[in-house]
């Protein structure tokens, strides 16, 4: 036999063992042989395959290190949308979930499985003709990323699978990081100055998403699949539990916690178990998924939005913890506001290291009795910052002392109270539970009146987050806001910034060319005025018409808006009254942003006189693109379904305010139907 071939067929060989070796530790982890003997066998390979590279194949093992960077990602179409889950949030909302189905079935439903809602990335996995070919996010739910080179560098996703397998496959899953990678991979990142990662959600996420999947392959990440997307020609299978079995037979990992309940008293009890034993569990974990098991009935229930209705996610409660607060420290707000925060002994909360709390306000601290050295409770809910709920009284040792505010931050040397990052004297307005730093350059408000101006729901510059918005400003690249409108002329030096190359830099001044046509409600919340959200910044657009207007505004004349008291309109006042802001408006002005919008003829417009109100995620935009939309037609947006909603709009993952429409007799319309209405009336 020639040569090539006798090494052709040992470079397979050595890839079905080395295959076989990674499947008993990644997925089974139950390894056969030594690390050292696994390395002999890939060091073989890796140097057969640089010697004959024609042999080279992605699926090989030896590619798992990962490919070369990309400049973007590309987008995947899912061939069916990625479901999203509705959520309990208590027994009596998942009784009432299967009293729903029961009821949709005419009969009792009894047969589930229980599964772990990992708190990580869904992705899905397709497969052709054995090889595993391409990856994505879930993106929107029908158009993901591309993340197939990521993927790839995973050890528990198998690049091939057995001959007999379907010829084309989808399977879907959840990659995360488990909880002992995540403190590892945080440790590292603190020696190299890095900024952390909140929570192992957030560092999968900011792994698998990595345009060089060298970074990726070294990240620990694991996945667990939770389904058969879709199967050409496959083994017919009659339920969730088979599809799970027949998946770990292709050499698929699935979580061995996954459990058959039979009756919704067990599916109770499992979550019982878990919200008892979630420390113990490897990986973080926000809830459990009951799905209906037989696939039949799955798709007698259906969907509804982008959720189906044979499965939820049961919500496990906020996870609390006990440690010492050691100390309280302030930080300087956006709007200048100093902020109570509590140091603490860092305790693990559900597997996430806590070593600080939010505590709102003073009052709020005497409210809740909370002195310095107190053991006090740390509660942890989803993605919100966690808190301290209150003192452990029984623990108190009478060396407690209260918390003063001013105390904290007097200075000595000016012999009253100052700002802890500028110095400038503190404020606390009538009427006010919170101090105030009184100097409006203070760089702490600068950075962040910077980061809220990029913002998605204000002038949404992509790109310029917190980290580069605070490399900006300490680089002295910018001050104000108006000086992002003068980054095009220092391009030179944006180039010299840490992973600034010339495609991000002009994605970024793009970004900033962009924003310059937002509309006027946008303008004004992104100027950062005090008080002023998102629907205020709305009504005074509709009320001015401009940033002028809305300047030379007298405090009679803002006291008549409705829903504006005068805490907001001295705010609005004192605003505009500093020289400060007022050079950053003419400087915007003079930089080509919109500051004015021409008020529209509201009884002409197509949708005048229609209350529309949303529940669920849309596709097609952002909950506030919606509604800046239905406004630009001349509609208004309501929060809740009342008796005067002319249309409820139903995206996926919708809410309780389903039911009510439906109770009230609401007309209901989903994305499509809302789309042609808005395309029509157009
Ligand atoms: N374990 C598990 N997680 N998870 C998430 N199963 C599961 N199923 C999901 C999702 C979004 O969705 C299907 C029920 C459609």
Redesign the pocket.
């Known amino acids: 036999m020639a040569e090539p071939e006798e090494t052709r067929k040992r470079i397979a060989r050595l890839r079905a063992e080395i295959n076989h070796h990674n499947y008993r530790y990644h997925v089974l982890d139950s390894p056969e042989i030594s690390d050292a003997e696994y390395d002999s066998l890939m060091r073989e390979l890796k140097q057969l395959e640089e010697r004959y590279p024609r042999f080279l194949t992605p699926d090989s093992p030896t590619q798992r290190v990962g490919a070369e960077p990309l400049e973007a990602f590309g987008v995947v179409e899912h061939p069916l949308p990625?479901?999203?889950?509705g959520n309990a949030f208590s027994s009596d909302e998942l009784l009432a979930w299967h009293s729903r189905i029961s009821r949709l079935l005419g009969q009792d439903s009894s047969d589930f499985v229980g599964?772990?809602?990992?708190d990580g990335l869904?992705v899905a996995l397709t497969y052709v003709d054995g090889r595993f070919v391409t990856g994505a996010t879930?993106g929107d739910g029908l158009r993901g990323e591309d993340i197939t080179q990521n993927l790839r560098t995973i050890r528990s996703v198998p690049l091939a699978v057995p001959k007999d397998a379907p010829p084309r496959f989808e399977v879907?899953g959840?990659v995360f990081l488990p909880i002992d990678g995540f403190h590892k991979l945080n440790q590292e990142r603190e020696k190299e100055g890095s900024p952390l990662f909140a929570n192992p959600r957030n560092a999968a996420a900011g792994s698998v998403r990595q345009l060089d999947p060298r970074i990726t392959a070294r990240r620990p990440l694991d996945i667990?699949v939770?389904?058969l997307g879709y199967a050409e020609g496959g083994a017919p299978l009659t339920t969730h539990w088979e599809a799970l079995e027949y998946l770990k037979s292709l050499g698929f990992k699935i979580?061995p916690n996954?459990r058959r309940l039979s009756g919704i008293e067990q599916v109770a009890e499992y979550h019982q178990t878990w919200v008892e034993k979630r420390e113990e569990l490897r990986y973080e974990a926000d809830g459990i998924?009951v799905?209906v098991n037989r696939l039949e009935i799955q798709q007698r229930l259906g969907d509804v939005g982008r959720e189906?209705r044979?499965?939820i996610?049961y919500k496990f409660p906020a996870v609390q913890g006990t440690t010492k607060l050691t100390d309280i420290g302030i930080s300087v707000g956006r709007t200048g506001t100093l902020n109570p925060y509590a140091i603490l002994e860092p305790v693990s909360v559900g597997g996430v290291t806590i070593s600080q709390a939010a505590l709102h306000n003073e009052v709020d601290i005497r409210r809740k009795d909370i002195r310095i050295g107190d053991t006090v409770i740390i509660q942890r809910a989803g993605e919100v910052i966690p808190e301290v709920v209150g003192p452990v009284i029984s623990k108190r040792t009478g060396k407690e002392k209260e918390f003063n505010l001013l105390e904290k931050v007097y200075d000595k040397e000016k012999s009253r109270p100052a700002c802890p990052i500028c110095g400038s004297e503190v404020l606390r307005p009538e009427g006010e539970v919170m101090y105030y730093c009184s100097n409006a350059a203070c760089p702490a408000q600068a950075q962040q009146r910077i980061e809220l101006f990029a913002s998605r729901g204000a002038m949404d510059i992509r790109g310029i987050g917190e980290n580069l918005s605070a490399t900006l400003f300490e680089k002295g690249l910018i001050k104000d806001v108006a000086d992002l409108y003068d980054l095009k002329n220092r391009k030179e030096q944006l180039l010299g910034l840490d992973k600034m190359g010339e495609k991000s830099v002009d994605n970024m001044l793009d970004a900033i060319d962009r924003s310059k046509n937002r509309p006027l409600a946008r303008v004004i919340l992104a100027l950062g005025i005090r008080h002023i959200g998102g629907e205020t910044a709305e009504l005074l657009a509709g009320e001015f018409h401009s940033v002028d207007a809305l300047a030379e505004a007298s405090r009679e004349r803002l006291i008549s808006i409705d829903t504006v008291g005068p805490k907001i309109a001295d705010s609005i006042i004192g605003f505009f009254h500093q020289e400060t802001n007022r050079n950053i408006i003419r400087r915007l002005r003079e930089a080509g942003v919109k500051l004015e919008e021409k008020p529209a003829k509201v009884e002409a417009m197509p949708l005048a006189g229609m209350e529309f109100v949303l529940t669920g995620t849309l596709d097609a935009f952002s909950r506030q693109e919606a509604e800046e939309k239905i406004k630009d037609l001349g509609g208004t947006a309501g929060s809740s379904v009342t008796r005067k909603t002319t249309y409820l709009v139903v995206g996926a993952a919708p809410g309780s305010k389903l039911d009510r429409a439906r109770s009230l007799g609401t007309r209901i319309i989903n994305e499509t139907e809302f789309l042609q209405l808005l395309n029509q009336k157009v």
Do not use: F, G, Q, T
């Open positions: 990625l479901l999203s889950l599964e772990h809602k990992i869904a879930r879907r959840e667990y939770y389904m979580n996954n998924v799905k189906p044979w499965a996610a």
